[in-house]
């Protein structure tokens, strides 16, 4: 046995459910199934139940305890009727349940200790047709189930488990990693789990295209673009980031290098204290500078989207932060119980003079405007000609990155509600040493910061 | 009269020469080439005499005391020739005079109170031909004389004090502005001083080119271009800065705006003290840098190989600093017993650490070499992952822009005589309170860099 064989088994060994493990899902499934077909017959409902997801599929990893359940309606039905007949039966299933939403309403509840999701959805014909997002996923099982085999489902348990050891599996907008199903299509496209990490290793360049079907009808702007066999307009990895390829490529070349069984395990950060963030600080010698949030309104919403609204509002504050001449060495965002940007600085104060440069003085009535606005004002320097241009130097608006938090984040393009929060001025800024109270709520973050890996 | 009439009459009653003036520079004048055409004469030397500059063409400033006269020997002479018999016809006429080198030796002295050049050179068939630089210079007389009358040689006069009010007047690589010849050209080709100021305030979009005799062969990177009417191949304002370029379309929308005398005459700068220096930069919040260097080498340089070795060196700390990250305000570069690289700065000092960008993850093997290099390196922080690349935050060489200055100035491109300086360590770095010293030798320099005009 080489030694990434006896790697990749002591893996396994870890993540394959085991015997007593599926044959208890499996029942309680079948049990489930039969619940909804009766709930559907007790009501006179024209319906198919089908099972979908990992668990359905074979491919879910050791302890995952989640069962999916769909209930497919004619598409001749309306939504509301759909909706109503969906919870109905739902609610029937999994009396102890209550109702979530989703693009509908579904119902979420315990069932013999697992965690199931009971989704009505429309029995559309094709993938192509699908009238609401969830329609998609019964094609998913559909394809799948009938093309991996004990083995590559096997590879794909490995693969997730992989992922999530390198920080990149899932698909929702905070980790913007690698779903389920992509992770399945990957895998059979490749034909296992070190196939796939070979091609990513040494022939990824994204972007990279993969159409197991051959059918793509669209294009697509993405570092990773795999065409979801069941609907040629779709890119599987649409969700996935640069990072998170990047990611995969070079975890990919360290194991393919020195096989370890740690890659699939990442072990949690040990959060800094106040005193070590500070420590941290004076050791890079740089600038702390933190906008903090406590509102209900941003931190009650969903993940999906909270993040890309702090990911958005940062990425305004850095370039605000620049444009004014604050060079930001590297920046970052954290929810919790409050949300955070965070910015790390290597310039945060600034003279109470830049310089404003004008328009070429040949150009005429611009040029006189520019001269003229500035001639006679007494708290300016200049005009001067610099080259063919004339030059200022005038006050600067703000002279520290702190000010220009507390006064001018207004003008920088932020998340909607984070926007709304800036506008009534409901955040706090911190500024260098203040930054280290951070590290009651986001210590494992900061250790993260301060010892960043691939 | 008009105000502008009005204005121009006063400065004419300054810049016009007096009959006396005229009387007296004219008979001088006569006496000296007839005493250049004895010496030829003496020596059965074949060659004429001619007067060529402003005085030869009526277009001086009162007060200005050159002469200039020119020997033309066959182009047949070799130049050993040429120059032996140049220095002893030049030797006879000014017995008092010294031997100067331009192009070749020429001899400079006093007579009856005027500064003499006596120049030795070649009468060639046409400018075309030239065999030295000087040759050129009886063609331009040859060519202005038929063509500028009392009234153009008058506005030339009130174009040249102009220009030397603004601070355009002189093609020494100083200065960079307009020789006499472009003025008169110039003057010439827009038929006086207040068309070439309305041309150059609401015509000129640089590059501006003119061609009196239509005639340019070869085409010019410049700002300004007239092509010299007895060369078709040479640009006479080649010299000419963008920045005096547009100073002189600045002024002349000024001086038709408002005609003022106090545009032709500008007035000295009271000179800095150093207490004033540290006042300027403490109410302008900035950082001083200067270099400088005390070294005969470089100061014995005749100004127009001086400047531009100061000009190219300046550039090149100040690329130098900003490519680190210390951003520079302004910059300026003087010389008088001392040479001096003056830097002003919004951001003098930066964290220990700096941000460096590595390869797309991609790109195989110059990934993994960046990733190698840096892994195990306890001194850097990374490598880690942003966006498609690896990024590690690794030790600054060097944390202020005084100590860029002390040891790293060698890394840049400079003039060659400030290069050897650098090398051997012949120089002085001067941070901050410290440059305030610079008051006592460029106090002037320092009042107009703080209250610069156009």
Redesign the interface.
Known sequence: MTETEAVLAAVRERVDPTAAERERLSTAAERLVERAEDALAARDLDADVVRVGSTARGTWVRGDRDIDVFVRFSPSLDREELETSGLAVGNAVLPDGHEEYAEHPYVKGEFEGYDVDLVPCYAVESARDIQSAVDRTPFHTEYLEVRLDDELAADVRLCKQFLKGIGAYGSDLKTEGFSGYLTELLVLEYGGFEALLEAAA?E???PVTLDPEDHADASFDD?LVVIDPTDPERNVAAVVS??N???L??YA?RFREDPRESYFFSSPREPLTAEAVREAFA?????ALAVRFGDDSLLDLVEDQRYPQLRRSLDGLVRGLEKR?F?V??AATWADETAVLFCEL??AE??????HRGP?????EHA?GF?RKYADDADV??????????VV?RERSV?SAAAFAEEELESVALGHAVERLVETGEYAVLADADVCVLAEEFGEELAAY?????
């Open positions: 040494t990824w360049h994204p570092p640069a990072a390829v990047a990611r490529q070079h070349r050791d890079r010698g740089t600038r001449g060079e060495l590297r290597s310039v600034l003279p109470g003079i830049e310089r070429p003085v040949h150009v005429g006189e001269y320097y200049g005009p001067y000609i610099d080259g063919e241009r004339y130097e002279t301060f010892e960043p890996r691939p």
